[in-house]
């Protein structure tokens, strides 16, 4: 059977998960682990992506982006081949480096997203590599544990844990002091991976934003409501966006985005209602969003 097709979208977020030619440990020596690094630089400039995290194991890496108008593949490409490249040269081999095409996972809740990151950050420290995620030099996590300046986008996910960004440094070591449960690191794997559901099994973790502790159980699951996010977050160009519209934050620039998503929902069937519920607005502010192009 052949694949299936990927979902890409601009702005969509990806856990990405590439292994090494029959587990052949092709990052063990720093050197390649360095040039991996610098891979993934040159590829974020070229192709204007956002690079959430990344750990560069010996046999394989994990990857959190964010795209733009570059899909996916063409990214993956950039990266693969050009370290692939390297890699047989320096070795004077012949052959393919990893092994098949890597695995993407598509990230659609803030929640799993800092989860991904804190599963990425932890994987040298489950592997027994180093004592502690802040002893692995081969990650993203110094630049949210430290605030270094760089490639990786910190901006976003310390935001979710804060609106204050040297707290949320705080919450983010907290969290990474606290190695993700088995059931929970298992479901990183799957890209229908339920807010609900991880709402309930890190409601102990004091690290994580207020809105998903116990204290705030979630509701009842709406498969309309999930589904209006789903188109919500296909018109937004961030997260960012989503969140604002999300909150009912009322911007001229956010404005567009609106528009698309309602005629959109209309399409689908939705009512006015509905789809002015769902960013709390009123039937009749949804009406004149898409009828007054002055607003």
Request: aromatic share 12%.
């Amino acid at each position: 059977m052949g694949r299936g097709p990927r979902i890409e979208f601009f702005g969509a977020c990806y856990h990405v998960v590439q292994r090494g030619n029959n587990q052949e440990k092709i990052f063990q020596r720093d050197k390649e682990k360095k040039y991996f690094i610098d891979t993934l630089k040159i590829a974020a400039d070229k192709y204007d992506f956002n690079t959430f995290g990344y750990v560069v194991m010996n046999n394989h890496y994990h990857l959190l982006l964010q795209i733009k108008k570059s899909p996916l593949r063409t990214i993956m490409h950039q990266i693969n081949t050009r370290f692939a490249l390297h890699y047989n040269n320096a070795n004077n081999r012949k052959g393919h480096v990893f092994q098949g095409r890597y695995k993407a996972y598509l990230v659609l809740d803030e929640l799993y997203l800092i989860t991904v990151l804190r599963y990425i950050h932890q994987n040298p420290v489950r592997a027994n590599l180093v004592a502690e995620a802040s002893e692995y030099p081969w990650s993203s996590d110094r630049f949210y544990r430290y605030g270094e300046t760089g490639f990786v986008d910190t901006g976003l996910i310390l935001g979710l844990l804060s609106h204050n960004r040297q707290e949320g440094v705080l919450k983010y070591r907290q969290l990474m002091g606290e190695l993700l449960d088995d059931k929970i690191r298992k479901r990183v794997y799957s890209s229908d991976f339920s807010l609900e559901q991880l709402q309930k099994e890190t409601a102990a973790c004091s690290a994580y934003p207020e809105e998903t502790t116990a204290d705030t159980p979630p509701e009842k699951e709406d498969p309309r409501a999930k589904e209006l996010d789903r188109i919500l977050l296909r018109c937004c160009s961030s997260l960012d966006e989503y969140k604002m519209i999300k909150r009912g934050v009322r911007s001229r620039h956010l404005n567009a985005i609106k528009r698309d998503y309602i005629l959109q929902a209309r399409r689908k069937g939705y009512t006015f209602e509905e789809v002015g519920a769902n960013i709390s607005l009123s039937r009749q502010a949804v009406y004149k969003l898409i009828t007054d192009n002055t607003v």
